[in-house]
């Protein structure tokens, strides 16, 4: 899966530009001239969202009032073109020039996986942000689960809405329990998604974990269930579960219980780490969750997501850095910012070095 070529205009401080990639580039500057802007394009294009913002007019250069991000790309199945355009009124995705009618049309042409600082503290962070990753790299392998999110979600809001006023009006209660039947069916599809996932991870994070620490450690990654905790449950006993808490989420008006409320912990020799690694383990484990995903995601689409590191080696001591740069193999393109190359020497020279100065992009490689 690669990037051929890609044109950024008014997007942030680009004004025009048209950038070639290889498959390794480096994106080489001082700070605030644009070399997160433009991973931050290749992950919009990809992914149809911002990681940095949710308020797409922040996307917009200051001067304009609609932006386009267009890129030639390959996958499996051959060339095509990518374009997004964006205005104040409205957002459009488009596949060689016809409109995708859902997001998830989007995933089946291309993957884009980003590794950045705020993805060391994955473990220590709270649950949401566990959760997201599972979510967001889940929906880069199998596209229609982000349509089965996006129902959840809508099916949660209107649960919500009917609980919070079924205790003063009984006459909801029939509303609230025709909801509660489709929130089970899809509250444990997605559960079951989930913890697949993560056991298909688990291999692969005992072997990055094992190549960091030389084998002195083991791991483990169980997924916790809100309201029943760290066990792998079959669909009966989960729907008993819901029906139990039934009393308790009219008297508190919300949902208790569900895939939005679910965690997941990763244990070194037995000990949870988000409790007690320190946070060197904890930074390994996000790393090597990063690592073990693209390998998940090669495994099932046959074939490697765009990687995008966003200052993430500076973040990282030189053991780390030395296995992430060994791992990147020759078939994933890879786009990585610096302002120290001396940091990344071993990659620097199967790399195409793009000098990044305020929104202008300059290949000067040797």
Known sequence: MN???????NFRNYKNTIVKPSSFNILYGNNAQGKSNLIEAIYYLGNGVSFRTNQNKELIKWDSDYLRVEANCQNENGLFNLKSVLNNSEKRILIDDIKIKKLS????????CIFEPDDLALIKGNPSKRRNFIDRDLVTIYPLYYDLLKKFNNVNYQRNTLLKYVKR????????????????????KIVTKRIDFLTKLKPYMSHYLKKITQGKENIDIIYEISQIGEI?????TYLEKLDSL???EIEKGNSIFGPHRDDFNVYINGYNVKKYGSQGQQRTVALCLKLSYLEIAN???GEYPILLLDDVMSELDLERRIVLTDTIK??????ITTT???MIKGLVKKSTILKIEDGNVVNISS
Request: charge should be negative.
């Open 3 to 9: 990037i051929n070529e890609i044109n950024l205009i």
């Open 299 to 301: 495994q099932e689409i």
């Open 330 to 335: 020759d078939n994933i393109q890879t786009f």
């Open 105 to 112: 049309d989007l995933f089946s042409y291309i993957s884009v």
């Open 232 to 236: 792998n449950v079959d669909l009966n």
């Open 169 to 188: 009006d009984k006459h909801l209660l029939c509303q609230v329990e025709d909801w509660t039947d489709i929130y089970k069916k899809l509250a444990y």
């Open 340 to 342: 120290d190359l001396d």
């Open 246 to 248: 039934k009393s308790e």
